[in-house]
């Protein structure tokens, strides 16, 4: 059998990590399925209140930067287009006819008045909100004088009352779902638009979809589904149904943008590298991901090892949590498997702009310097700073534990002697390190123990860079200059008295 594939995302807000997610998985499963195996991108803008042409650009170019390629969709097309619901609206008018027809379907005149009173009656009663029936026994001559009238409608689906909706999941096995607990369901709305369900079988089935894997909340309605395929007399095509766990937080809460950030907008603005997004989403799936991906250097190699092993039944049916410290921690090993000279590149392009006061010359080494200490791309900046402005220092600042002011402002002094003697030529970190070292374990310091070298070493990280941690202090000081370090130095003793 060709496998085929799909990920339907609906163009109505930022993309969210789930549709990466959703996408990684069905995008794996038809590769790994054989060189015939077709993963679909379909974009589900029926919602035209809320979906947008940048919402839908956005859900594109997130996929595409994360290397997730499809091989049909609304911008490379394929046999089965259009891709974009919106203009297939002459497909599902002759789909819901068909239906309305052939007794499966009827015209409900409810208004949104009559349908609001019908909710509060139901959640009095302690009832699961429903369609009561009212518009399903209506006469023909009855409806031909609302339509007379211009009174609005919308098509709905009948459902049996009795029984069961029986049906395999790859990961559930067998679910059983009784028809009386499923709703009358919307296909048509009143502006001539289909709802999700309609438009997702009748697109699933004219796309030869083989395979619907999808998140574990559209189990309840796979019973609509399933009567629209026989309905349709498709039962004989219907489609292998594997319904995937939600994404948690690590409270174990559904993922959601009011405890944890869900758009892939702001992982690439905070300076994620798509194949560390890529590879934390595969260890949600499959935990033989975890180390071996981290020598995977390109999306497009990951995938295609998460491919090579790819079992859809290894899928765990526990949440997986979206751990965002395990995120962030994937990603600073990701970075630094680049070499500083790729550093620079991939800065560039992510949009970090370098400060015009900081040479050319010395940024590829800044970067070497800094890729052991960040996390993500926007904790360069911050970083690097103070090699384009000076600290600006207040005497709390230098006001150090373990570190007295007095002897504070003995170190910079000490510093400031020691250094002086240091010739331009001979200015290198390991030259500033070794005389910096010896002249503080020669000094005869007012304490009994003396000062120890890790501890006058903190004033000296705040007098030069501004912090009492940073990138190595002696090649900061060797990039900045003599002239340039000394001036920081004799600054922040300034600030002492």
């Known amino acids: 059998m060709k496998v085929r594939t799909r990920v ?21 499963f038809a590769r790994a399925s054989g060189g015939d195996g077709r993963f679909i991108l379909r974009i589900e803008d029926t919602d035209r209140t809320r979906s947008t042409q940048a919402s839908e650009e956005a859900i594109l170019a997130s996929l595409d930067w994360l290397g997730l390629a499809w091989d049909e969709g609304p911008d490379v097309g394929g046999p089965h287009g259009p891709y974009r619901q919106s203009e297939r609206s002459a497909v599902y008018a002759e789909h819901a006819a068909r239906l309305l027809r052939d007794g ?3 015209a409900c005149f409810c208004s949104a008045e009559r349908l609001e009173e019908m909710r509060v009656a139901q959640r009095a009663a302690h009832e699961p909100p429903h369609y009561d029936g009212h518009c399903l026994t209506l006469t023909h001559q009855a409806i031909q004088e609302n339509e007379r009238a211009g009174v609005p409608c919308v098509l709905r689906l009948k459902v049996p009352r009795d029984g069961v909706c029986v049906f395999e999941d790859v990961l559930r096995g067998r679910i059983e779902i009784e028809w009386k607990t499923v709703d009358m369901q919307v296909l048509m709305k009143s502006d001539g638009f289909p709802t999700y369900h309609l438009a997702n079988v009748v697109d699933d089935h004219l796309m030869e979809v083989t395979h619907v894997i999808r998140g574990e909340e559209w189990i309840s309605s796979t019973p609509k589904h399933l009567l629209l395929y026989d309905y349709f007399g498709w039962s004989g095509d219907t489609p292998t149904f594997c319904h995937l766990p939600l994404l948690r937080n690590p409270d174990k809460s559904k993922l959601s943008k009011r405890k944890n950030p869900t758009s892939i907008l702001y992982y690439r603005a905070r300076g994620f ?5 890529l590879h934390f989403l595969g260890t949600l799936v499959d935990g033989r991901n975890d180390e071996a991906l981290l020598e995977c250097s390109a999306t497009s190699e990951l995938l295609e090892r998460m491919c090579s092993h790819f079992d859809l039944t290894r899928i765990s049916l526990g949440g997986p949590v979206f751990d965002l410290e395990k995120l962030t921690w994937l990603n600073g090993q990701h970075l630094r498997r680049h070499h500083a000279s790729e550093m620079l590149a991939i800065l560039e392009a992510w949009g970090y702009a370098w400060p015009p006061a900081i040479a050319a010359e010395h940024r590829e080494r800044i970067a070497r310097l800094a890729m052991d200490r960040i996390r993500t791309l926007d904790e360069f900046g911050p970083l690097v700073a103070f090699f384009a402005e000076r600290p600006d220092l207040s005497k709390a600042d230098l006001e150090l534990s373990k570190l007295p002011p007095a002897a504070a402002g003995e170190a910079l002094a000490l510093a400031l002697r020691a250094l002086a003697e240091i010739a331009d030529a001979l200015w290198r970190e390991a030259e500033i390190g070794n005389v910096l070292k010896a002249a503080v374990a020669a000094h005869e310091w007012p304490f009994a123990q003396g000062l120890r070298f890790r501890d006058a070493v903190r004033v000296y990280y705040v007098a030069v860079t501004g912090s009492p941690t940073s990138l190595p202090l002696f090649d900061a000081m060797e990039i900045l200059g003599k002239g340039e370090s000394l001036r920081r130095l004799e600054t922040a003793l300034e600030k002492l008295h």
């Open 8 to 28: 339907a995302p609906s163009p109505t807000g930022d993309p969210h990590v789930a549709t990466a997610y959703v996408a990684m998985i069905n995008a794996c």
């Open 273 to 277: 590298l798509p194949e560390a997004l």
């Open 104 to 106: 499966h379907a009827f």
